[in-house]
């Protein structure tokens, strides 16, 4: 079995920082892309940023300058550094990754966190 697991969400002040984690866990063989997806309230799930497993780095223009996507191939863990948060980041949060799983190393599959609630107060 593959998993992948968010945590790091909560209640965070307008202009505050929070720090997410995604692991990735179980039989991996090997992952590719990971990412971080937001939904807010009423509103389609939306791409915040991805990274490659080089390290090239993508991110949508509503957090560009504040929040940073980084990745640890060694724990299986990709992260998502929030800063200057703001009311309209308040969502949540979703990661994303292409796995091969240890038993089907034919082709990478995409997985979904379960989502992790990040509320901005103003």
């Known amino acids: 079995q593959v998993r992948v697991a968010e945590s790091g969400g909560g209640l965070v002040q307008a202009g505050g920082s929070r720090r997410l984690s995604c692991a990735a866990s179980?039989?991996?063989?090997?992952?590719?892309?990971m990412a971080w997806y937001r939904q807010a309230p009423g509103k389609q799930r939306e791409l915040v940023a991805s990274?490659?497993?080089?390290?090239?780095?993508n991110y949508a223009d509503s957090v560009k300058g504040r929040f940073t996507i980084s990745r640890d191939n060694a724990k299986n863990t990709v992260y998502l550094q929030m800063n200057s948060l703001k009311p309209e980041d308040t969502a949540v949060y979703y990661c994303?990754?292409?796995?091969?799983?240890?038993?089907?190393?034919?082709?990478?599959?995409?997985?979904w966190g379960q989502g992790t609630q990040v509320t901005v107060s103003s």
């Open positions: 994303n990754a292409d796995l091969m799983p240890t038993y089907n190393r034919r082709s990478y599959v995409n997985y």
């Open positions: 179980g039989s991996i063989f090997s992952i590719d892309a």
């Open positions: 990274i490659t497993r080089a390290g090239s780095t």
